[in-house]
């Protein structure tokens, strides 16, 4: 008999084009900028579908970023880093 590999089942994990729209909160377009950019792997066939991976190593880039900008605009003017 062959044991459940929990490791193995949440790294093989793939969302639809739809489930990754509603789970990263973008539209359909900036999503389908993002993989023709080649920023968010994805598998195209009959449906298009993106790696678990790939979808969390974006948010968490994008969620790093965001803080970062948070954090310094409640620096005085002074203090701000400058923008890129």
Partial sequence: MRSYNRSAM???FE???DEA???MGL???RLERLIDEGRIQAKRGVHTT???ESVLA???KVGKEATAERANRAKPASQRAPRA
């Fill in 27 to 29: 539209t359909p377009e």
């Fill in 58 to 60: 974006y948010m968490n």
């Fill in 15 to 17: 969302f639809t084009f």
């Fill in 50 to 52: 993106l790696s678990r």
């Fill in 10 to 12: 949440t790294r093989d």
């Fill in 21 to 23: 729209v509603r789970t």
